[in-house]
């Protein structure tokens, strides 16, 4: 261990968790209100990606619809993700309901395999890397930190405002669904339909509702990763290093998806600060080795809820 690495690779790992813990949150919602594991998410934060991109001016050569701000270009993003998200539920889940779950599971698959078909042909497979970004590249905050390499923790400006507005719109949404009267349906929804149903609530609706917000946290997600590395394909494979999060946290608990996230980006920063980095893809191996040693110990995750059925 390269110990005067630590608190550099520590506080960017935990900076880079943030985002992880916002997409996995994304998946637990969908989880939660229709028992459905969307493998198609990753490719969903990809696409908001590329529609930021787009709304913002494109490859910018002057022959595009749109070249707004990047604030503009992310709500108008949002609102595209958002329709999409009921569309999918609309068309494409909504008409399987009663299906074997491992048929609306392929469903998913399938879905991402189209989304990702769809941006190739329109935005082509060439990755954007001139997305619009709030801060340059060279913009550096330096922390004076004795000890570490430099005798200071150097962080991107760019890496930290993604990690604050990451834990800020988190946190939005764990308090939208325990205190809004919409969230409060949703998470009725997900403890029992019928009940639900026989109390008034519309679950239907809080459905679509769930694959809307799913979009808008996807979107979030996808415009927070491509201002750190760019637009591409590529993109779609933050879900591989979201599912061990979101099993670290528990597969239905909203807060735990985000400390999972957290925990996530810091054991691969500091498995890079070790000897380990030695082998090869060890930082992507290291989280789903400690999910190994989690689920063996607490197979409901570290804030999951034990589930007990009665005979």
Known sequence: ???????????TGLLNGGTIGLIALGIVLIYKSSEVFNFAHGHMVMLGAFLTWWFAGGEGKGDEFFNLPLWAAVIAA?????LIGLL????????????????????????????????????????KSNFPAPFSPSDV??????????DAIR????????????????????????????????????????????????VSRVFGLSWAI???????????????????????????????????????????AVLGGLAVGLIQALVQASKLIEVRNSAEIAPY????????LRPEGLFGQKRIERV
């Open 214 to 256: 799913a979009g808008v946290v996807a979107t979030l997600g996808g415009v927070l990763l491509a201002t750190l590395t760019g637009a591409s394909l590529s993109l779609s494979t933050v879900v591989l290093i979201a599912f061990p999060a979101i099993l670290l946290g528990g597969l239905e608990s909203l807060g735990g």
């Open 141 to 150: 905050l330096v922390i004076p930190f004795p000890g570490a390499f430099g």
């Open 289 to 296: 080795v400690l999910l190994l040693i989690v689920l063996v």
């Open 155 to 202: 962080l991107k400006y760019t890496l930290v405002a993604t990690f604050v507005v990451a834990i800020v719109v988190a946190l939005l949404f764990i308090w939208f669904f325990n205190k809004t009267r919409a969230g409060l349906a949703m998470r009725a929804t997900s403890e029992n339909h019928e009940v639900a149903r026989s109390v008034g609530i519309n």
């Open 1 to 11: 261990m390269n110990w005067s690495l630590v608190p550099q690779q520590f506080i």
């Open 78 to 82: 949002l609102i595209v993700s958002m």
């Open 88 to 127: 999918i539920e609309r068309l494409a889940l909504r008409p399987m309901t009663g299906q074997p779950l491992l048929s609306i599971v392929l469903m998913t698959l399938g879905l991402s395999q189209l989304i990702e078909g769809l941006v190739a042909i329109t935005f082509g497979v060439q990755p």
